[in-house]
C-alpha cells in the first residue's frame, strides 16, 4: 500500500522548507521514527522522522530544493493491513482501521509494534537507488540537478559509484558554488562543524580563476581576478524570515530608544571571582550573565516592559512569566532563542543556559521551541567593538536591550578621576505598551544592578 508524506508545518505558520539533504534512497528501509532528511526552515536545521515503517518507494523533491508545506516529498511502500485490500479499503464492503496521520516534527510517531530494526535491502533493491549519472550531450534532459534515477539512464553501468554526500552548506552559499563552477563535494569546509562557507568557494574557485584567465581574452576576465563586477544572492531561508520580521516589527511598533552610560567596574570583578568558583567551571561568565539577571529583577518593578500587543482582540497581553531571548549570531544568520522562565533561575542557572544556548546556536541544532514564545530579548552589540545602537523589536515583543562594549575609561569616582569599566546600555520599547518614564525606569534599574551586584540581593 503506498502512502504519500508531505512536508509538514516545521512551527510558527512557516510556510516552506528546504531539503538540505536525504538520509534514504528509494528502496530503502526505514522504520517508524527514522530521520530520513535534513529540512532547513527560515529559523534552524530540523531533523525529520519517518512518519511510516515501509519501504522507500519515491523522492519526490531532491536536495537543495524549496518545497511549500503541504506539498509531497516521499512516498512509502507500507504493509496493508489485515482485512483490507490495497487501497486501503476493508474487504466484503467493510472499512479498514483508521489510518493513522503523521504526527508533526519533534513528537514522533507511536509504533504500532515492537520488533527487530529493519535493515536497508540490498541486492535487487540496490538497483533501484539513486546514482550519479554524467550530464553528456546525448542526454541532458534525463537529468535533473547532480542526480538522477537509474531507470531515467540505461546507459549507467550495473556497478554505480558511490554518491558522496554533499557537505553542509547554506543556500546562499550553494548558490554561489554553482555561479563560479564549484564542485560542493571537493570542498573542505572551515565553518563550525565543517560547514562550507562563502570563504572555501572563493578559495576552491581561485586556481581555476587563475589557469582560466592565461587562456582567456583580457576583456573576458573580471576586476583583480573576480567571477564579475556584481553578485546576487536569493533572499531565502534564515534571511527571508528575518528581514520580513524585522520590517514588519520596525513598520508596526513605534519604536522609542532610551540610552544610559554606566561604571560596572563592581560587576567585572564579581564576574572574575565568580570564574575562580567550581560552581562555574565551564560556564561562560561575561556582563550578558548579570544583564539577564538584572532585567528579570527589572521586570518586577516594570511589568509593561513583559507584554505584548494583541491587534486582533485589542487588548494587552501581559506575561508572568520571563521567556529571556539572547540575539545570536550564527554562520546561518540571527537567531533569537530564549530561556524559558528565566525568572526563576538563579546566576548560576542563568550562565549555564546562556553557555548551553549559544553553543547549540552554533552548532545550528537550535529546537523550533526555543526560538518561539519569547517575552523579551538582549542583543550583546559590545562582542562586535560596538558602543551602543538602536535595536529592533522582535515581533510580539514590546523591549529589547542591547549592550555595548565594555571600555576602559577615565570616569568619576568617589570625588576624583579614576579608569573604570563603562558600558553603554540601549533600551527600544514599543511605545504603545510602554510609556517614557516606564522605559527610563527600567534601563535605571538594569544599570544600578550592573553599578552594584550587590543591589540584587535587595531586590530579589
Known amino acids: 500500500m503506498l502512502r504519500e508524506f508531505r512536508l509538514p508545518d516545521l512551527g510558527e505558520g512557516l510556510t516552506e522548507s528546504e531539503i538540505l539533504n536525504w538520509h534514504v534512497s528509494v528502496g530503502d528501509t526505514v522504520e517508524l521514527n527514522q530521520v530520513i532528511a535534513d529540512v532547513e526552515t527560515a529559523k534552524a536545521v530540523v531533523e525529520l522522522p519517518s512518519p511510516y515503517a515501509g519501504i522507500v518507494a519515491r523522492l519526490h523533491e ?13 512516498s512509502f511502500e507500507v504493509a496493508t493491513p489485515a482485512g483490507a485490500d490495497a487501497d486501503g479499503s476493508g474487504t466484503g464492503g467493510e472499512s479498514a482501521p483508521a489510518k493513522r496521520e503523521p504526527n508533526l516534527v519533534g513528537y514522533g510517531a507511536v509504533p504500532d509494534a ?26 541532458p534532459a534525463a537529468v535533473t540537478g ?35 563552477g564549484v564542485d560542493l563535494t571537493g570542498v573542505q569546509g572551515s565553518g563550525p562543524g565543517g560547514l562550507v562557507v ?28 573576480c567571477a564579475g563586477r556584481e553578485e546576487r544572492t536569493p533572499v531565502s531561508g534564515m534571511r527571508k524570515h528575518t528581514a ?41 561568565l561575561s556582563p550578558l550573565t548579570l544583564a ?23 487588548e494587552i497581553v501581559r506575561y508572568n512569566y520571563v521567556n529571556l ?18 525568572q526563576a533561575l538563579s546566576l548560576h542557572g542563568l550562565a549555564a543556559a546562556v553557555t548551553a544556548l549559544a553553543q547549540t546556536a552554533r552548532d545550528g541544532k537550535t529546537p523550533q521551541a526555543d526560538l518561539a514564545g519569547g517575552t523579551i530579548s538582549i542583543s550583546n552589540v559590545g562582542v562586535f567593538g560596538v558602543d551602543a545602537g538602536t535595536p529592533i523589536l522582535n515581533p510580539g515583543e514590546a523591549g529589547i536591550l542591547a549592550l555595548g562594549a565594555v571600555r576602559r575609561q577615565p570616569w568619576e569616582y ?9 558600558m553603554t546600555l540601549s533600551l527600544s520599547f514599543d511605545h504603545r505598551l510602554v510609556d517614557g518614564e516606564q522605559g527610563a525606569g527600567f534601563l535605571s534599574d538594569v544599570g544600578a544592578v550592573l553599578a552594584d551586584p550587590l543591589l540584587a540581593l535587595a531586590m530579589a
Not at 302 to 314: G, H, I, M, T, V
Not at 414 to 422: F, H, K, P, W
Request: net charge positive; hydrophobic share 50%; proline share 10%.
Open 62 to 74: 531532491q536536495a537543495g530544493t524549496v518545497v511549500e508545506v503541504g506539498s509531497p516529498i516521499v
Open 146 to 180: 547532480a542526480v538522477a534515477v537509474a531507470a531515467a539512464a540505461p546507459a549507467v553501468s550495473a556497478a554505480p559509484a558511490p554518491v558522496r554526500e554533499r557537505p553542509r552548506s547554506t543556500p546562499p552559499v550553494r548558490k554561489l558554488a554553482r555561479d563560479m
Open 414 to 422: 568617589e570625588g576624583e578621576i579614576a579608569l573604570r569599566s563603562v
Open 114 to 139: 515492537v520488533g527487530r530494526p529493519a535493515r536497508r535491502r540490498r541486492g535487487a533493491a540496490a538497483a533501484a537507488d539513486p546514482v550519479p549519472v554524467p550530464v553528456t550531450a546525448a542526454a
Open 244 to 284: 520580513a520580521a524585522m520590517v514588519a516589527s520596525a513598520f508596526t511598533a513605534p519604536h522609542a530608544t532610551v540610552f544610559l552610560t554606566v561604571d560596572i567596574t563592581p560587576t567585572m570583578e564579581l564576574l572574575k571571582r565568580l570564574k575562580q568558583q567550581p560552581a562555574f567551571d565551564g560556564l561562560k
Open 292 to 314: 539577564a539577571k538584572a532585567v528579570c529583577l527589572a521586570l518586577r518593578r516594570y511589568p509593561s516592559l513583559n507584554s505584548r500587543w494583541d491587534e486582533a482582540a485589542r
Open 325 to 342: 531571548g539572547i540575539a545570536a549570531a550564527t554562520p546561518r544568520g540571527l537567531m533569537v532563542p530564549n530561556i524559558k522562565d528565566a
Open 198 to 225: 562563502r570563504a572555501d568557494i572563493v578559495r576552491a574557485a581561485l586556481p581555476a580563476a587563475d589557469t582560466a584567465s592565461a587562456t582567456a581574452a583580457p576583456a573576458a576576465a573580471g576586476p583583480q581576478g
